[in-house]
């Protein structure tokens, strides 16, 4: 609705402003006006004199503020007419964000670390082949006969109990072993789909995916972005490189600034990074032979003072 009527928040200002001046103008006229009159012109004007209709019935009709009443009831409709149509048409815009693709280009190769993994320890070597003796042929000389005792047990024989010794209680079984804590899944440098910020993927191609992907990037962090005082008060400007790990799930972990420009900006950067983990939409992960992977990305923020 009047959209040819497009009303800024300075122009919301300027309307209550006036508003404000042409009340007190009008407040300020009623007052000069009933100043002037002088209270003996009144009553010698009006003393005696009877009233010949409810209207007059005031004392002194000339101060009666009640007459204007019609004036001050359409004034308050034509402020009511303008404060409705200037509220409905009170605009306000987006700001602008600068996208320029050309900042997620790094301006310096930096070295990058894959994050180390816990890898299982390496097998044992084969135990060495066993080595074949030749056994050389012996003759077995008996040179001790066995002795034979007689065990045949007559009724004279004494037999005598077995002393019953009372065997200790066995120790309780040592507790098992701990499990083995779970193996991480390596991290990828670079995989046949690289992850995506999330808001591109009812794009066509896989090539529109990734341009809109960077741009929408682009704008989530300059717009959330925050210069640190310090930085800017001391004119540092530069590019922070920071490396995340997209996870499976397309979270973001494992934050690490790269290179840091001082002043502030990395730990501005990092801030940005972290409320990724925050938006209602995870990124995209990256994909190695169709299933998602764990992938190390690196990520240039570039920071420039804005020439006033």
Request: with cysteine; proline share 11%.
């Amino acid at each position: 609705m009047f959209r040819e009527l497009e009303i800024t928040g300075s122009g919301v200002g300027y309307f209550f402003l006036a508003f404000i001046l042409l009340t007190v103008g009008i407040v300020w006229v009623f007052k000069y006006k009933f100043k002037g009159l002088d209270p003996k012109n009144l009553r010698s004007k009006y003393d005696g004199k009877k009233a010949s209709s409810f209207a007059e019935s005031t004392k002194y009709p000339d101060v009666d503020i009640f007459q204007h009443s019609s004036s001050l009831f359409n004034y308050g409709i034509l402020i009511s007419m303008a404060l409705a149509l200037v509220t409905m048409n009170w605009t306000t815009y987006e700001k602008k964000i600068k996208i320029d693709l050309n900042d997620l280009v790094l301006s310096e190769e930096v070295e990058v670390e894959v994050p180390r993994t816990n890898e299982p320890p390496p097998p044992p070597p084969p135990p060495p082949p066993p080595v074949i003796q030749e056994v050389p042929n012996t003759e077995v000389i008996v040179e001790d006969q066995p002795v034979f005792e007689n065990q045949e047990v007559t009724m004279e024989s004494k037999v005598e109990a077995p002393v019953y010794v009372e065997k200790k209680a066995a120790p309780p079984p040592p507790p098992p072993p701990p499990p083995p804590a779970p193996e991480e899944a390596e991290i990828f440098k670079v995989v046949e789909q690289m992850p995506r910020f999330p808001g591109c993927e009812d794009k066509g191609t896989d090539k529109e995916k990734s341009e809109c992907s960077r741009t929408k990037l682009l704008e989530y962090i300059y717009g959330n972005l925050k210069y640190p005082a310090i930085a800017r008060e001391n004119g540092i400007e530069g590019q922070v490189v920071l490396q995340f790990v997209v996870e499976r799930d397309g979270s973001i972990t494992d934050i690490n600034v790269v290179r840091d420009i001082g002043g502030g900006c990395g730990e501005a950067a990092v801030n940005v990074i972290n409320g990724m983990n925050k938006m209602g939409n995870k990124w995209v992960p990256g994909k190695q032979r169709g299933r998602p992977v764990r992938v190390l990305f690196t990520l240039p923020v570039k920071f420039v003072i804005a020439s006033s």
